[in-house]
T-cell receptor, first 114, second 111 residues
């Protein structure tokens, strides 16, 4: 009964080689989020989609992009991964609104950079 | 800027004892608070939430207490079990409509 599904669970890419991470949801939620989480740290919001409206956090590097082709799917594209981008990437959803209701997280994709 | 902080990065308790994890927040306008549990290799899992019109809310073996006067939030886990071992994050709604996460407390349960 997984509701927020991230693929793959583990991704290895080479320095500078573009990579795409995927997220799908069965909750029919309006809002989808991407977070970066490094070891022993809290999740850090990169950006979110409220329906089709894209909202980027001010300190998210330009190297990170996102696409949401429909309600169920959202992608995180890293155009030229650097060693500092190795992290767990978490996708989350919420019904609507921001910061006033639970976000439901997937189990993440752990990205390694060679 | 707004911040959410946890008092202790690690907490070790004996199986069967009660656990208390504390959190402080800076934004007095925050009106939504949430606790997540994150096990190794998994995403954060919702435990319980509370709105500012309440000061206590109970779930199954968990209780969240909110003290708006001192801007303090706590999570109490009754009869802590080995399966409760995880990192616990508090989060609150920020002024930009986002969720602001605290740094996390790692709970270890000793058999």
């Amino acid at each position: 009964d997984a509701m927020v599904i991230q693929n793959p669970r583990y991704q290895v890419t080479q320095f500078g080689k573009p990579v795409t991470l995927s997220c799908s949801q069965t909750l029919n939620h309006n809002v989808m989020y991407w977070y970066q989480q490094k070891s022993s740290q809290a999740p850090k919001l990169l950006f979110h989609y409220y329906d089709k409206d894209f909202n980027n956090e001010a300190d998210t590097p330009d190297n990170f992009q996102s696409r949401r082709p429909n309600t169920s799917f959202c992608f995180l594209d890293i155009r030229s991964p650097g060693l500092g981008d190795a992290a767990m990437y978490l996708c989350a959803t919420s019904r609507q609104g921001l910061g006033d209701q639970p976000q439901h997280f997937g189990d993440g994709t752990r990205l390694s950079i060679l | 800027g707004e911040s959410v902080g946890l008092h202790l990065p690690t907490l070790s308790v004996q199986e069967g004892d009660n656990s208390i994890i504390n959190c402080a927040y800076s934004n007095s306008a925050s009106d939504y608070f949430i606790w997540y549990k994150q096990e190794s290799g998994k995403g954060p899992q919702f435990i319980i939430d509370i709105r500012s019109n309440m000061d206590k809310r109970q779930g199954q073996r968990v209780t969240v207490l909110l003290n708006k006067t001192v801007k303090h939030l706590s999570l109490q886990i009754a009869a802590t079990q080995p399966g409760d071992s995880a990192v616990y994050f508090c989060a609150t709604g920020g002024s930009q409509g986002n969720l602001i996460f605290g740094k996390g407390t790692k709970l270890s349960v000793k058999p």
